[in-house]
């Protein structure tokens, strides 16, 4: 059983560059949410995908964009990278209709360092 | 006030040791509740889910207080391999309402357990 999937593991780039990371949700699983974690602190919402839309989105710029595809698979990217935006991303999946108390599988986490 | 609150530690305990964990709330529509593990720079992983019954796994008892708003984590016999950061969750979504909300997560509490 294939759990949740994210592409690449580690990533450098520079200040104003643009990004892709991927995700491949869990089998069975059909929601995408992505997470920030910078070091030391715990993952921030940045947005969840279901059915190919946004349903949600946390507190963070345009420059962070997304999108899922018929698959379910999803894609975050961010544009004009900042120093800041070095963290961690998380991409945790999860059923739509599934039970609430379920909570999230996530994957290992794409390690983006901006210089 | 932050949507989730934890003592960001660390608590450092000898091996064998009972440690406690609190967490608060600000959403008094939140629905859902967890406690996450995370070891140093890897994913979150779901520990347990948390009940107003309160529930117990083994050496693991967590407890909701939706009065107070808190929820808390209780390790008795702590074993070196409990060494990790701990995340508390709470979801406003409840059960059978379909789709996840924005999940949010404290930033976590950081446990050392000592030989």
């Known amino acids: 059983d294939a759990g949740v999937t994210q592409s690449p593991t580690h990533l450098i780039k520079t200040r104003g560059q643009q990004v892709t990371l991927r995700c491949s949700p869990k089998s069975g699983h059909d929601t995408v949410s992505w997470y920030q974690q910078a070091l030391g602190q715990g993952p921030q919402f940045i947005f969840q995908y279901y059915e190919e839309e946004e349903r949600q989105r946390g507190n963070f710029p345009d420059r962070f964009s997304g999108h899922q595809f018929p698959n379910y698979s999803s894609e975050l990217n961010v544009n004009a990278l900042l120093l800041g935006d070095s963290a961690l991303y998380l991409c945790a999946s999860s059923s739509y209709w599934g039970r609430s108390d379920y909570g999230y599988t996530f994957g290992s986490g794409t390690r983006l360092t901006v210089v | 006030r932050k949507e989730v609150e934890q003592d960001p530690g660390p608590f450092n305990v000898p091996e064998g040791a009972t440690v406690a964990f609190n967490c608060t709330y600000s959403n008094s529509a939140s629905q859902s509740f967890f406690w996450y593990r995370q070891d140093c720079r890897k994913e979150p992983k779901l520990l347990m889910s948390?009940?107003?019954s309160g529930n117990e796994d083994g050496r693991f008892t967590a407890q909701l207080n939706r009065a107070s708003q808190y929820i808390s984590l209780l390790i008795r016999d702590s074993k070196l391999s409990d060494s990790a950061t701990y995340l508390c969750v709470v979801n406003p979504r409840g059960g059978g309402s379909g789709g996840y909300q924005k999940v949010t997560f404290g930033t976590g509490t950081k446990l050392q357990v000592i030989p």
């Open positions: 948390v009940y107003s």
